[in-house]
C-alpha cells in the first residue's frame, strides 16, 4: 500500500444539483469533509438498498461526512430532469445529488456496475471504491478510520454539510404505489412517500381515512400510531382467510423489508412476515415460519394458488406467504437479474414489480421492471409474453415479440383475458392481447403510472405516480378501436464494451473483506460465483455456479459478442469479536463484451475494493 500513488477525485461536474438550494458545489467546496460519491440510477432496487443503507451513517456522522448522489441514468426516462428530481423526493434522498445524464462521472470514476461507491478522504483523494451493497459495517469503520487520521493531521473540518431541503408540497397523495378496490366501494392507495396508506372515496380523491402515522418506521398498532416505509403492495385476503388470520389485507411494506396485516374495521396493524432485515442469505426453497425469515424489498402481492405471492424486487424472485399457517418460502427465480424462462426454479427475473391474476385464477402476470418485460406464470413454468432482456426497451408496439416497455410496473388482468401494462418510464398504458399476440397503446401523456385498478362497473383506475393522483381512462380506452399502435423510439442501454479474446479469458472478482472482517464458512462456502450469458452461445465453456471467484471462460470466436452475466457473493464475520456479526456482500453484473483479436484474456471485477484505491 505504501508504494501506491494516490489517486486525486475527478472534479464533479453535471447538468444541475438538486438539493442544494441552486449551488453548484465543487470538490474545493467539500474539502476537509469525508465523501462518498453513490453513483446510482432511480430504477435500480440495488441503488435503493444503498440510500437506505447509507441513512445511519449520514445521520451517525452528519458533521463530517457529506455523501453526494451521482445519478447515472440507464433507462432513457432516467435523463429527464423532472424524473429525477421527482425521484429525489419519491426515495427521501436528503443529501445533494449531482445529475450526470451522459453518464461522464461514471466514466471518469471508472464506475463499472450500478451501484458504486467511491470514497474521498478530507484532502481530495479516492481512497476506497466499492461496488454494490451490503457496505454499511465496512463504511462505518472505513469513516472511523478517516476520522483518526484527519482530525490527527489537522485536515478533518466539523459542521453543517451543503444539503439543502427542497420544499414540502401540498397534496393528499405523495408518489402513491398500489391500489385495491375494498368491498365498500372505496380504494385503498399505498401512499408511499407519506409512509401510509391512504382511503379514498369512490371518486379516487376524497380522503376518507388514513392509516399509519405518515412518519418512516415500523411500529405495529392502532392506525393513528403504527408506521411504514415506502409501502407498495395491496393484497386483500379471501374472507375465510381473513377470519382465520386476523386481519384483511396484507401491505407489502417495502424499505422495512415487512409484510404487514392490516384489520380494516379499525385500520389496526401488525407485522406478520419478515424480520426486517434485508434477505443476504442463499437460496432455500422450504417453508419458513414467516416472521423468522428475511425478505428483500416486496414490492407488489396477488392471491395465486391458494397464498399470497410477494414479488421480492430486491432479490429478482417471486416468494410465497401462507397467512394461515404462517410460513413463507420462495415461489420462482433463482436471484440472478435476467431473463430467462422455464420451471418456476430456474427461471431468471429482474426485479418483478407488478402482478395481478387472470379472471379465471390460471394465471399469474408479472411485471419484470428491468427486463421492461410482462412475465406469466401457469402450471409451475414461467414464460415470457412481451419483452427481451435487460438492455432493449423502448415504446413500440405490434407483434409482442417485438413490442417494447420501458421499465413497466404494474399490470391488470382483465375479464377478456388481455392484460393491461403500467408502462411506467413510456408514461403509458398498453394492452396485450394473448389472443391476437398483440400490443397496442391504450393511453399516454401519464407520469410514472404504476398500478391499475378495475371497478365494477369496468372503468380502468390509473394510479398516476409522479403526478400524485389516481386517474381514470377514458371510456372506449380499452375497445380495439380505442386503442392506438405506436412505432416510437427503441432503445438498447449502450454501456462501452469490454474487448475480450476469443479462447480462455479468466474472469477474476476481486473480494477484499472489510477492516475487521474475515471470510465466514459457518453456513457453507463463502464465496458463491454465477456465469452465464446472453446469447449462450458466447460461451463455450464456463457458464454454471461454483464456490470459487476465479473461473476459466472459454469464449467462441465466430460470437461477435453479447453480455456477461455475473452474480458474485461473499459471506464475512467479525474478526476476533465476541458476538461476532456476520454480512454477506453481493453484486450482479451485465458486463457487454466485444471478442475481438488483441483482446483481455483477463477479465476483473471487484466485488469490494477497500484498499484498492
Not at 210 to 231: C, L, N, Q
Given at each position: 500500500m505504501g508504494t501506491t500513488p494516490r489517486v486525486r477525485a475527478p472534479e464533479l461536474r453535471g447538468r444541475q444539483w438538486l438539493n442544494t438550494g441552486g449551488r453548484e458545489l465543487k470538490l474545493s467546496d467539500l474539502r476537509g469533509k469525508i465523501v462518498i460519491a453513490d453513483f446510482w440510477t432511480f430504477c435500480c432496487i440495488n441503488c435503493l438498498h444503498v440510500l437506505d443503507e447509507l441513512r445511519p451513517l449520514e445521520e451517525k456522522y452528519g458533521d463530517v461526512l457529506v455523501v453526494i448522489g451521482v445519478h447515472s441514468p440507464k433507462f432513457e426516462h432516467e435523463k429527464d430532469p423532472d424524473a429525477l428530481a421527482a425521484a429525489v423526493e419519491r426515495y427521501g434522498v436528503h443529501h445533494p445529488v449531482l445529475d450526470d445524464p451522459e453518464l461522464d462521472m461514471w466514466q471518469q470514476y471508472a464506475a463499472r456496475a450500478w451501484p458504486t461507491l467511491s470514497v474521498i478522504d478530507p484532502e481530495g483523494y479516492v481512497v476506497a471504491t466499492m461496488a454494490g451493497e451490503g457496505h454499511a459495517e465496512g463504511l462505518a469503520r472505513l469513516i472511523d478510520d478517516l476520522i483518526a487520521t484527519h482530525e490527527a493531521k489537522g485536515t478533518l473540518h466539523r459542521?453543517?454539510?451543503?444539503?439543502?431541503?427542497?420544499?414540502?408540497?401540498?397534496?393528499?397523495?405523495?408518489?402513491?404505489?398500489?391500489?385495491?378496490?375494498?368491498?365498500?366501494?372505496?380504494?385503498?392507495?399505498?401512499?408511499?412517500?407519506?409512509?401510509?396508506?391512504?382511503?379514498?372515496?369512490?371518486?379516487?380523491?376524497?380522503?376518507?381515512?388514513?392509516?399509519?402515522?405518515?412518519?418512516?418506521?415500523?411500529?405495529?398498532?392502532?392506525?393513528?400510531?403504527?408506521?411504514?416505509?415506502?409501502?407498495?403492495?395491496?393484497?386483500?385476503?379471501?374472507?375465510?382467510?381473513?377470519?382465520?388470520?386476523?386481519?384483511?389485507?396484507?401491505?407489502?411494506?417495502?424499505?422495512?423489508?415487512?409484510?404487514?396485516?392490516?384489520?380494516?374495521?379499525?385500520?389496526e396493524v401488525v407485522t406478520v412476515a419478515g424480520t426486517g432485515r434485508q434477505?443476504?442469505?442463499?437460496?432455500?426453497?422450504?417453508?419458513?415460519?414467516?416472521l423468522s425469515v428475511d425478505l428483500s424489498s416486496p414490492w407488489d402481492l396477488a392471491w395465486y394458488d391458494d397464498k399470497v405471492v410477494i414479488a421480492m424486487a430486491g432479490i429478482h424472485q417471486l416468494w410465497w406467504f401462507d397467512p394461515v399457517k404462517r410460513t413463507a418460502?420462495?415461489?420462482?427465480?433463482?436471484?440472478?437479474?435476467?431473463?430467462?424462462?422455464?420451471?418456476?426454479?430456474?427461471?431468471?427475473?429482474?426485479?418483478?414489480?407488478?402482478?395481478?391474476?387472470?379472471?379465471?385464477?390460471?394465471?399469474?402476470?408479472?411485471?419484470?421492471?428491468?427486463?421492461?418485460?410482462?412475465?406469466?406464470?401457469?402450471?409451475?413454468?414461467?414464460?415470457?409474453?412481451?419483452?427481451?432482456?435487460?438492455?432493449?426497451?423502448?415504446?413500440?408496439?405490434?407483434?409482442?415479440?417485438?413490442?417494447?416497455?420501458?421499465?413497466?410496473?404494474?399490470?391488470?388482468?382483465?375479464?377478456?383475458?388481455?392484460?393491461?401494462?403500467?408502462?411506467?418510464?413510456?408514461?403509458?398504458v398498453r394492452r396485450f392481447d394473448p389472443e391476437s399476440d398483440w400490443v397496442s397503446t391504450v393511453a399516454d401523456g401519464l407520469a410514472e403510472p404504476s398500478d391499475l385498478v378495475l371497478t365494477p362497473s369496468g372503468e380502468v383506475l390509473v394510479v398516476e405516480s409522479a403526478a400524485h393522483r389516481l386517474t381514470r381512462l377514458?371510456?372506449?380506452?380499452?375497445?380495439?378501436?380505442?386503442?392506438?399502435?405506436?412505432?416510437?423510439?427503441?432503445?438498447?442501454?449502450?454501456?462501452?464494451?469490454?474487448?475480450?479474446?476469443?479462447?480462455?479469458?479468466?474472469?477474476?472478482?476481486?473480494?477484499?473483506?472489510?477492516?475487521?472482517?474475515?471470510?465466514?464458512?459457518?453456513?457453507?462456502?463463502?464465496?458463491?460465483?454465477?456465469?452465464?450469458?446472453?446469447?449462450?452461445?458466447?460461451?463455450?465453456?464456463?457458464?454454471?455456479?461454483?464456490?470459487?471467484?476465479?473461473?476459466?471462460?472459454?469464449?467462441?470466436?465466430?460470437?461477435?459478442?453479447?453480455?456477461?452475466?455475473?452474480?458474485?457473493?461473499?459471506?464475512?464475520?467479525?474478526?476476533?469479536?465476541?458476538?461476532?456479526?456476520?454480512?454477506?456482500?453481493?453484486?450482479?453484473?451485465?458486463?457487454?463484451?466485444?471478442?475481438?483479436?488483441?483482446?483481455?484474456?483477463?477479465?476483473?471485477?471487484?466485488?469490494?475494493?477497500?484498499?484498492?484505491?
Open positions: 459542521g453543517d454539510g451543503p444539503y439543502v431541503p427542497p420544499a414540502e408540497p401540498e397534496t393528499t397523495l405523495r408518489f402513491p404505489g398500489k391500489a385495491v378496490l375494498l368491498g365498500n366501494g372505496n380504494l385503498l392507495v399505498s401512499d408511499s412517500a407519506r409512509h401510509s396508506l391512504a382511503e379514498l372515496a369512490p371518486d379516487g380523491e376524497t380522503l376518507v381515512r388514513r392509516i399509519g402515522a405518515g412518519s418512516r418506521g415500523r411500529v405495529d398498532g392502532p392506525a393513528g400510531a403504527a408506521t411504514f416505509s415506502e409501502p407498495q403492495g395491496l393484497c386483500l385476503l379471501p374472507a375465510h382467510t381473513a377470519e382465520v388470520a386476523g386481519y384483511d389485507l396484507v401491505v407489502a411494506d417495502t424499505v422495512n423489508h415487512l409484510l404487514r396485516g392490516v384489520r380494516l374495521a379499525d385500520g434477505w443476504r442469505s442463499t437460496v432455500d426453497d422450504h417453508a419458513h415460519d414467516a418460502g420462495m415461489y420462482a427465480g433463482t436471484t440472478v437479474e435476467a431473463l430467462r424462462d422455464g420451471p418456476l426454479a430456474e427461471a431468471w427475473m429482474a426485479q418483478p414489480s407488478g402482478l395481478s391474476v387472470s379472471a379465471d385464477g390460471v394465471r399469474l402476470w408479472v411485471a419484470d421492471s428491468e427486463t421492461s418485460a410482462i412475465r406469466y406464470v401457469e402450471d409451475d413454468v414461467m414464460g415470457t409474453a412481451v419483452g427481451q432482456g435487460l438492455f432493449d426497451f423502448g415504446h413500440v408496439d405490434g407483434p409482442a415479440s417485438e413490442a417494447l416497455l420501458q421499465h413497466p410496473l404494474g399490470v391488470l388482468a382483465l375479464p377478456d383475458g388481455s392484460v393491461l401494462v403500467a408502462d411506467t418510464y413510456n408514461g403509458a377514458a371510456p372506449g380506452a380499452l375497445s380495439a378501436a380505442g386503442a392506438s399502435t405506436v412505432d416510437g423510439p427503441r432503445h438498447r442501454t449502450e454501456r462501452k464494451p469490454t474487448d475480450v479474446a476469443a479462447g480462455e479469458v479468466t474472469l477474476d472478482v476481486i473480494f477484499t473483506p472489510a477492516p475487521g472482517q474475515k471470510l465466514d464458512e459457518t453456513y457453507g462456502p463463502s464465496t458463491r460465483l454465477v456465469v452465464s450469458a446472453s446469447p449462450p452461445e458466447l460461451l463455450v465453456e464456463g457458464a454454471g455456479t461454483g464456490t470459487e471467484l476465479s473461473r476459466r471462460l472459454v469464449v467462441d470466436g465466430t460470437v461477435a459478442g453479447g453480455v456477461l452475466q455475473v452474480t458474485a457473493q461473499a459471506a464475512t464475520c467479525d474478526a476476533d469479536v465476541e458476538h461476532a456479526a456476520c454480512h454477506l456482500t453481493r453484486q450482479d453484473w451485465g458486463v457487454p463484451v466485444r471478442v475481438v483479436d488483441g483482446g483481455a484474456a483477463r477479465l476483473p471485477l471487484v466485488l469490494r475494493g477497500l484498499d484498492d484505491a
